[in-house]
């Protein structure tokens, strides 16, 4: 990692990914490669600089397009690119009508509840295209929304999530999809950003085997909406055992409606996927970013499908025939891409599972890849982690069988992936480690899996059509096989990248663009590349390994958590007069925040100070969120100019050496806050 970057927090992330050995190469089986949907070389020829950007017409063929697209790529406001121009298409009658002729009777949706005693349920096609449409009729005529509108969701895991996505991609309203773990507060805040006027919740779902109340915090995010100058008019209660409160809030006159009451009004009524632009928004996913406020990422209608699409076909190996689970919550990035959209667009079976994977054992996820088949699993290194410690030898009592098996989300520590390989995939699967962001759309490194093996800790190259590089703080390329880290970033832009920052179109140019652009005002995509803000290392092979996040953003079993929302959480607590979060190594969740807090003069420190701040970030944010631990010290480490040295925190937590203290103001802090961390 460049010297620059010893100054943020995450430094010690990079340090202890890099010092990884470089670790041998696995075949794909003979079996895979056999039935890959992508087995010829060809493809990054094809899909070479020289041939961008009309090498992703591959991809937009997928899709059944209204109005066929004029021009690929516009790139005349650089860096705000629009795809396939002139193009209309809806992606809800990509993703469900236009399978009905031929897979009508096959399941799309199947829904497992966590509770075991609870049947699955198994949505047809033919099902989904019902339900969509009745919920799109409600929408446009209960709801009263229109193309362009927003809407916040803030769904547990269920069928209805997908429903409910599809039937506002149907009329073309701006769905913005909350995770479900996240605080009332936190879905306020992205009510208000986004301008949303109807929240759709469901009243409760099961996690851990308990009912959680849900409807309970679109109560919180109604009034802190208004708090802030915001009204929400409408909140559409879905029911989680229909006919049944699950929730014992009492409903709001006027505002609140429990949907499965109102769609009895909407049986039976049919509504029209409205062609739309390749390039108006399909949705916002808020993540976290540098500063207190998460940024609403605006995803594209055409580029998006297409891409999603596309490396659903070709990085995943999606044929319809697959039974295909992604474990992971349709409340991120992944799920939108790879259990909603990409899935559906090819006419899969996808499974959404709704509690946590070790309930009631570790053997639950391979129990259900029994009952249903399933033959491609998607899951992040936090649950792998997970399930190895709970059940390492749990897979090998089920019968399944994985052709597929990937990634996402973190790096995955060798010794895991091979569990992983060995024992979960029971060396038949091939295994892709997928590398990209919530603003990314899809994928950007991995292996094709039939192509190239697999290499345990590594992405491997940029996907076709994505061509990386990795920068140094000068903007020198360092060459593959350096041996030194720098800043990802990739030359060119491609379909599913995120269109702007809702709202908020300087911030989007200033945090991705301005770091590496070349030509101010420039039309030319090449004087644009994205900044990623991940460091990277390239080996010989051409394989990047991802080190980490170079910003103020931490990786909390996969969730991405800005530490400035964590620090600003804290500072609600009126005792509270400075917090600083530094990630601390954890066996199982990768990184976690541990949290520093300077009192107010005068402020006695005590236990139950300590835990009113934790309980502070729970309710700002989420339980996701809750620090490790919250150390009350009794002075920050400053530098002469007055800046808090997260580093040094860092160090502190995770028992490592300092390093260089001689530039601090207050270099005898350190031991002292060593002494109290030993405690
Ligand atoms: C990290 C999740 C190592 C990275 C899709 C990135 C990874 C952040 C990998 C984005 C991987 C994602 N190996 N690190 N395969 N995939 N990351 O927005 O730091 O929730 O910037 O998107 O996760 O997280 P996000």
């Known amino acids: 990692m460049a010297d620059k970057n010893t100054a943020t927090s995450n430094v010690s992330e990079a340090e202890i990914a890099v010092h990884w050995q470089e670790e041998g190469y696995y075949p794909s089986p003979v079996s895979f490669i056999a039935q890959a949907n992508m087995a010829d070389a060809n493809v990054y020829k094809r899909f070479s600089l020289d041939n961008f950007p009309d090498c992703f017409k591959e991809y937009a063929d997928l899709l059944t397009w209204d109005k066929y697209w004029e021009t690929t790529l516009d790139t005349s406001n650089a860096p705000f690119w629009r795809w396939f121009v002139g193009g209309k298409l809806n992606v809800c009658y990509n993703c469900v009508d236009r399978h009905l002729a031929k897979h009508r009777n096959k399941t799309a949706i199947h829904f497992v509840p966590e509770l075991e005693s609870d049947r699955i349920q198994h949505v047809t096609y033919q099902e989904l295209y019902m339900r969509v449409n009745e919920v799109a009729a409600m929408l446009r005529n209960f709801c009263g929304l229109k193309q362009g509108d927003r809407v916040t969701l803030h769904m547990p895991m269920v069928a209805e999530l997908a429903i409910t996505m599809l039937a506002c991609a149907r009329i073309g309203v701006i769905h913005s999809q909350v995770f479900s773990g996240f605080s009332g507060k936190a879905c306020a805040d992205r009510i208000v950003d986004s301008g949303s006027t109807v929240l759709i919740t469901m009243d409760g779902y099961y996690r851990s085997g308990a009912m959680q109340d849900q409807k309970e915090k679109a109560d919180i995010a109604c009034k802190e909406s208004e708090a802030q100058g ?332 800005g530490t400035k929302e964590i620090e600003s959480a804290a500072l609600t607590v009126s005792e509270v007069a400075e917090a600083a979060v530094v990630p601390v190594a954890d066996e199982i969740k990768g990184r976690v925040p541990d949290l520093y807090i300077a009192l107010k003069p005068g402020t006695v420190p005590s236990k139950e100070l300590e835990m009113r701040i934790s309980e502070a970030v729970v309710t700002e944010i989420s339980p996701i969120a809750r620090p490790r631990r919250v150390w009350l010290v009794p002075d920050m480490p400053k530098t002469r100019s007055g800046k808090i040295m997260r580093r040094v925190l860092a160090s502190i937590s995770n028992n490592q050496d300092s390093g260089d203290i001689t530039t601090l103001a207050n270099p005898e802090v350190v031991d002292e806050l060593r002494k109290m961390a030993k405690l």
């Open 230 to 561: 915001h009204k929400v008019d409408k909140v559409m209660i879905w029911q989680r055992h229909p006919g049944k409160n699950s929730s014992p809030q009492p409903m709001v006159t006027g505002r609140d409606f429990i949907i499965n009451d109102v769609l009895k009004d909407y049986s039976h009524t049919y509504i029209e996927p409205e062609p739309l632009p390749a390039d108006v928004p399909l949705f916002l996913m808020y993540t976290s970013g540098t500063t207190g406020k998460p940024k609403g990422c605006q995803h594209s209608t055409g580029g998006y499908l297409a891409y999603t699409a596309g490396t659903s076909k070709y990085i995943q190996d999606i044929h319809p025939e697959d039974v295909y689970w992604c474990m992971a919550d349709i409340g991120w990035i992944t799920g939108h891409s790879y259990i909603v959209y990409g899935p559906l667009a090819l006419a899969a079976s996808s499974v959404i599972y709704e509690g946590v994977p070790t309930y009631p054992d570790a053997g639950r996820p391979w129990r259900i890849a029994e009952e249903l088949g399933v033959n491609i699993f998607h899951t992040s290194p936090t649950a792998i982690r997970a399930l190895r410690r709970a059940g390492p030898d749990e897979p090998n009592k089920y019968n399944y069988h994985f052709k597929h098996m990937t990634t996402v989300g973190e790096p995955i520590e060798p010794l895991v992936w091979r569990w992983y390989y060995e024992t979960v995939g029971k060396r038949e699967a091939a295994i892709v480690d997928t590398w990209w962001q919530t603003e990314n759309g899809g994928f950007l490194c991995s292996t094709i899996p039939a192509l190239s093996p697999m290499k345990p800790g590594s992405a491997g190259p940029g996907v076709p059509g994505i061509h990386p590089v990795i920068y140094d703080e000068e903007g020198n390329e360092i060459p593959r096989g350096a041996g030194k880290a720098g800043n990802i970033c990739i030359r060119n832009p491609w379909p599913g990248i995120f269109q702007t920052i809702w709202g908020d179109p300087e911030r989007f140019v200033r945090t991705y663009y301005e770091r590496y652009n070349k030509k101010k005002g420039s039309t030319d995509w090449r004087d644009w590349p994205y900044f990623a803000g991940d460091g990277a290392v390239q080996a010989e092979d051409g394989y990047y390994r991802i080190l980490g996040r170079i910003d103020d953003v931490i990786n909390v079993a996969g969730h991405r958590l």
